[in-house]
T-cell receptor, first 119, second 116 residues
C-alpha cells in the first residue's frame, strides 16, 4: 500500500510569509506526528495527533506554528510570519493507534519530508 | 526527560567486515528503542525496534541490535557490511510511561560509509 506522502516536496518562501505543509498518513493509522530536521541533526518532535486532537504539542517552538487534523486523516502544518530560522526539512510520520504498553512501541512510518527554505 | 547519544558522527568499514553503530540512551523508566536509516533525499526507513523480551533484536536487511540495560546501550550491528548499507543511521527512544505522548527522541545520526 501507499506510504506517508507529503506535499510539497520543496517550498521556498520569503521571510514574513505564511506557509502550509500537508501530510497524508498511511490509511488506518490514527496516530500522526510532525518532526523538524535541521541540517546535520536528527529529527526533533513538534506535535502528535491521536485522531483529530493534538495529544501533545509540546514541541512546537512558538505560537507561529500550528497544526490541524480536522477529519483524523490528512494533517496540515501551518507556519505564520516565517523566519529564516524556520528553514529545515519537515517530516511527517504515522503509526497504528498507540494503545499504551506494548502498543506504545508501534513504529512510526515517515514520509519523504518537505524542504522549507525561507529567504 | 529522554535523550539519545550517538557518539560517532561517522563510521567507516570495509565491505564484508562487521559493522557497529553505537547508541546510548537515557530515560526515567523503561525504554522503547528504534533504529532508522536515511538515504539521500529520502525519508527515514524503520530498521528494527526493542520493546520487551529478547535483548537481541533482528531487523531488516540483516541488521540486528542488542539491548543492554546495565550499559543503557542499543548498538546496531551487521555481520557483513555491503556498499549499499552506506547511509545515515538514527537511533531513537521513547519512554514507556504508560500514558501521554509517544514522541520519539532521536540522536544526531551516524554516517556509515562502507568502502568497496
Amino acid at each position: 500500500g501507499a506510504g506517508v506522502s507529503q506535499t510539497p516536496s520543496n517550498k521556498v518562501t520569503e521571510k514574513g510569509k505564511y506557509v502550509e505543509l500537508r501530510c497524508d498518513p498511511i490509511s488506518g493509522h490514527t496516530a500522526l506526528y510532525w518532526y523538524r530536521q535541521s541540517l546535520g541533526q536528527g529529527p526533533e518532535f513538534l506535535i502528535y495527533f491521536q485522531g483529530t486532537g493534538a495529544a501533545d504539542d509540546s514541541g512546537l517552538p512558538n505560537d507561529r506554528f500550528f497544526a490541524v487534523r480536522p477529519e483524523g486523516s490528512v494533517s496540515t502544518l501551518k507556519i505564520q510570519r516565517t523566519e529564516r530560522g524556520d528553514s529545515a526539512v519537515y517530516l511527517c510520520a504515522s503509526s497504528l493507534k498507540a494503545l499504551g504498553g506494548a502498543g506504545g512501541g508501534n513504529e512510526q512510518f515517515f514520509g519523504p519530508g518537505t524542504r522549507l527554505t525561507v529567504l | 526527560a529522554q535523550s539519545v547519544a550517538q557518539p560517532e558522527d561517522q563510521v567507516n568499514v570495509a565491505e564484508g567486515n562487521p559493522l557497529t553503530v553505537k547508541c546510548t540512551y537515557s530515560v526515567s523508566g523503561n525504554p522503547y528503542l528504534f533504529w532508522y536509516v536515511q538515504y539521500p533525499n529520502r525519508g527515514l526507513q524503520f530498521l528494527l525496534k526493542y520493546i520487551t523480551g529478547d535483548n537481541l533484536v533482528k531487523g531488516s536487511y540483516g541488521f540486528e541490535a542488542e539491548f543492554n540495560k546495565s550499559q543503557t546501550s542499543f548498538h546496531l550491528k551487521k555481520p557483513s557490511a555491503l556498499v549499499s548499507d552506506s547511509a545515515l543511521y538514527f537511533c531513537a527512544v521513547r519512554e514507556d510511561s504508560g500514558a501521554g505522548s509517544y514522541q520519539l527522541t532521536f540522536g544526531k545520526g551516524t554516517k556509515l560509509s562502507v568502502i568497496p
